[in-house]
């Protein structure tokens, strides 16, 4: 065994192979992938269906939408690799106890896979900002706070939210005994993070606190603040223009702040992918591989 364990492949050499692993894995179960893929274009289309018609013409519906595209990102993340780990926990306990893996390698590998998954449903996701300008022909938001595309920085909130929730579900995964108990806790999880949003529900004392550890919460203070909501007049001032809109902080049009809701999306997806990896070193001790 310490023979095997001196002798073996290198760090970098190992990470290539479990990446390929990774990607047969992916292919083989063509089901989930198939699925992976078509829901960032079904959620594209019901925002532009729903929501589309008055997005970026009044506050609400722009916000609404907002709001479907971060449900969309954080959902499809944990769908993306909520089972992962866990429907391969006796292979990894086997090569784990031998010496053949590195758990670090396998953890490193899924995570790289999932990366490239949500870079590419989160392109098809910000097509629905497309979808209504070609349908609505509404006027995009042109420049952005931090580059001189908003496109741009829409793409990169929805990626680090649906990155985000896909670490959460690796980190989950590495924890259940079960891929029923993986499934059944995802639409949960869902849930929560739609109370605490501060979207339906206006947060307040401990649900503030509690709001502030939502992944939700950040993903629609960036798209908010990309977007301009304060700037975009109500529904209401349709009518009844001399109504006041007040100014929501959390939708500041600055780059400060939208740098600052990045950094803390970018902690949402470092921490659980750690946490994920800490709990996976302890598959040797575990009776459940």
Known sequence: MKGYAVN???????????????WRVLRRERRNLIIS?????????VT???AGENMFVNCE???SACFILVCAAIWGGLFNSIQTVVKE????????????????????????LQLLL?????????????GVKWAYENELPEMGLIFDDAMLEYYITVFLVMYAADALGLMISCFVRSEQLASQLSPYILIVQLLFSGVLFAMEGAAQSVSALMLSR???????????????????????????HE?????AYTAEHLWQVWLILLVFVIVPLVAGNILLHGVKKDSRG
Request: aromatic share 14%.
């Open 247 to 251: 100014a929501d902080e959390a939708f």
């Open 218 to 244: 950040w993903g629609m203070e960036a798209l908010g603040s990309i977007s301009n909501l304060n700037e975009l007049p109500l529904r209401l001032q349709e009518e009844f223009p001399y109504i006041p």
């Open 118 to 130: 949500c870079a590419f449903q989160a392109a098809i996701l910000c097509m629905s900002f497309y």
């Open 37 to 45: 893929l078509l829901f960032p274009v079904i959620a594209a289309a």
């Open 61 to 63: 519906s722009t916000k």
């Open 8 to 22: 073996r492949i290198s760090f970098l050499r190992e990470l290539m192979l479990r990446i390929d692993e990774g």
């Open 89 to 112: 926990r006796k292979m990894i306990k086997r090569d784990y106890v031998s010496g053949a893996m590195r758990i670090g390698c396998y953890t490193a590998s899924r995570a790289f």
């Open 48 to 50: 532009v269906w729903i």
